[in-house]
C-alpha cells in the first residue's frame, strides 16, 4: 500500500558545516526520492490538500506525473497556477497548508508536497521547460507596482491572458521580499529567484528597476499620461516595527528588515563586498516569526553567538517549524516566555545588554493565542552587543499620500474587496501591502485573485 511506504527525508547540509556559510540548508530530491516520495500520495477523490494550497494547485495531478517520470506534464501542471514553484517549494508554510491538509498525516507521515513541487520547479529550470505561452495580445496595458510574490503572480497571469504588463520595481533588483528578505541559505538569489523571474520575460512581461511609485512617478500619471488601463498595488510592507522601549535608539539596535537587507541584497557575507554589518560578539533578536529565524540564523553564520528572545512559549512561536528546527541544530539559544524591557547601553553609547522580565501565560488573545504577562520581580539582563527587533512590518504610507483616493486602515494597510479592488477605480492591491507581513503563498493568491479582478474590470469597459 502507498500509505505504508515511510516519507523520504531530504538530504542537508550538516548544522555545524552549515552554520558557518550561506549555502543553501537543503539539497531537494534527486530523481529516485522523489518518485518514491511521489508514490505515497493516495491521489484522493477530494483532495483536501488543493483546497488549503492558497494558489489552488492540482496537487495530486502534478505528484501523479512524477511518479509516472512524466515530469514536463506535472511541470505544465504546477504552471497552470503557480509561476514561482522553485521559490514556494522551499519557502512557503506546507505544514499548515497543504501538507497539513493531507490525508495520510492524520495516521503517518503526509506527502512531502514542498519538496515535490520543488522538485519539480528545478528540474523545469534546468530543462527551460516553457510552460504556459502567452496569449495573443489583447491590446490592454496593467502596471504593477513591486517584483514581489504578489506582483510576480498577477503579472504571470495576466500576461498569460494577452496583456502588455510592466512592473516597476523601487531597487536596483528583481524580487521584492525574495531577495532583500530571506537568506540565501534558504533560497539561492542568481540559481532560482532570477531564473525564476526570467521565466516571466519569456512570457513578455516588462521590468523597470529604481522607480519609486510616488516619487519617480505616480499612480495618476501611469494611468493618465502612460497610457495603463489598469495598475496593481503589490509593494509588501517594508517599515519595520520597534518596541517603544527605552534604548532602542542606541548604536547596535537594528531592524531585522535593516539587517537581513545588508545580508541579502547588499550581500555583507561575501568579502567580495563592501557592505558593512556588525554583530559583535553576541547578538539578541526579538520575535519569533520566519523573519526573526532569518536573522539570527544569518547573525549565525556572520560570527555571533546568537539568541531568540520571545515573549511567548514554543508552542505559539509563529515561525515554520522546520525553520525553527533548523535554527536549533545549528546552536540558535532560544529564551522563551522573555519580553525586552529596555536597551542598556555601555559608557560609549553602544548596546551592552537587554534587561528582560519573565512572562507567563494567561487568556487566548483576539488571534487566539494566550496572551503572555509579566511576572512581577522577574528582571533579569542578558549580555549582548547588537539587538535585533523582528517585530513585523507595515507597508510604506507613501502611496497613500500620493494617491488621491486611495484608502488604508489604521496599519496603513490598502483596503480592498476580496476581489482585490481598492476604493480608487482602476487600482488593484494585495499582498503585504493589504494584510501587512504574511507569507509568500498569500501573496502570490492575492496577486491571482487582483489579475482576474483586473481582467474582469478592463472586460466590463470595453
Keep these: 500500500m502507498a500509505n505504508k511506504i515511510p516519507r523520504v527525508s531530504v538530504r542537508e547540509q550538516e548544522p555545524a558545516v552549515r552554520a558557518t556559510n550561506f549555502e543553501e540548508v537543503c539539497y531537494g530530491y534527486n530523481v529516485e526520492e522523489a518518485q518514491t516520495e511521489a508514490s505515497r500520495c493516495l491521489n484522493c477523490k477530494n483532495p483536501r490538500c488543493v483546497a488549503a494550497c492558497p494558489v489552488g494547485i492540482n496537487i495530486p495531478s502534478f505528484i501523479s506525473k512524477i511518479a509516472e517520470g512524466d515530469f514536463a506534464a506535472a511541470s505544465s501542471i504546477i504552471a497552470a497556477d503557480s509561476s514561482l514553484p522553485s521559490i514556494c517549494g522551499r519557502v512557503c508554510p506546507q505544514e499548515t497548508q497543504c501538507e497539513g491538509s493531507c490525508i495520510l498525516g492524520i495516521k503517518s507521515e503526509p506527502v512531502a508536497i514542498g519538496k515535490l513541487e520543488r522538485f519539480v520547479g528545478d528540474w523545469s529550470l534546468e530543462n527551460e521547460c516553457k510552460g504556459c505561452q502567452k496569449a495573443a495580445s ?21 500576461a498569460k491572458w494577452g496583456y502588455d504588463v510592466t512592473i516597476f520595481e523601487a531597487l536596483h533588483k528583481l524580487g521584492g521580499v525574495l531577495v532583500y528578505g ?239 479592488a481598492t476604493t480608487r477605480e482602476g487600482v488593484f492591491a494585495g499582498g503585504d501591502a493589504v494584510t501587512g507581513a504574511a507569507t509568500v503563498i498569500l501573496a502570490m493568491g492575492a496577486g491571482r485573485t487582483a489579475a482576474k479582478a483586473i481582467n474582469e474590470y478592463i472586460e466590463s469597459k470595453k
Aim: aromatic share 4%; glycine share 10%; with cysteine.
Design 138 to 158: 489583447n491590446g490592454h496595458k496593467v502596471a504593477i507596482i513591486g517584483s514581489g510574490p504578489s506582483g510576480l503572480a498577477c503579472a504571470s497571469d495576466l
Design 182 to 420: 530571506i537568506p540565501e541559505f534558504r533560497l539561492p538569489k542568481e540559481k532560482i529567484v532570477a531564473r525564476e523571474i526570467d521565466s516571466l520575460r519569456r512570457l513578455g512581461v516588462k521590468f523597470e528597476t529604481d522607480v519609486v511609485v510616488g516619487r519617480t512617478i505616480t499612480i495618476d500619471s501611469l494611468m493618465e499620461d502612460e497610457g495603463f488601463d489598469a495598475v496593481f498595488i503589490g509593494s509588501g510592507a517594508g517599515l519595520p516595527r520597534f518596541m517603544g522601549i527605552p534604548g532602542e535608539n542606541l548604536n547596535g539596535v537594528v531592524s531585522a528588515n535593516e539587517f537581513l537587507t545588508r545580508a541579502n541584497l547588499m550581500r555583507a557575507y561575501d568579502d567580495e563586498y563592501d557592505t558593512p554589518i556588525y554583530v559583535g560578539k553576541r547578538v539578541v533578536v526579538v520575535g519569533g516569526g520566519n523573519v526573526a529565524m532569518d536573522a539570527v540564523r544569518t547573525a549565525k553564520r556572520l560570527g555571533a553567538e546568537s539568541i531568540i528572545v520571545y515573549r511567548r512559549s514554543e508552542q505559539e512561536l509563529p515561525a515554520r517549524r522546520e525553520e525553527v528546527h533548523h535554527a536549533k541544530e545549528e546552536g540558535i539559544e532560544f529564551k522563551m516566555l522573555t519580553n525586552p524591557t529596555e536597551v542598556l547601553a555601555d559608557e560609549k553609547g553602544w548596546v551592552r545588554g537587554l534587561r528582560c522580565v519573565e512572562m507567563e501565560l494567561g487568556e487566548p488573545d483576539e488571534s487566539g493565542r494566550r496572551s503572555p504577562v509579566e511576572k512581577p520581580g522577574s528582571d533579569f539582563e542578558v549580555e549582548c552587543d547588537v539587538v535585533i527587533m523582528a517585530l513585523g512590518t507595515s507597508p510604506n504610507p507613501l502611496l497613500k499620500r500620493t494617491t488621491a483616493g486611495l484608502e488604508t486602515n489604521r496599519r496603513g494597510c490598502i483596503v480592498t474587496n476580496e476581489q482585490g
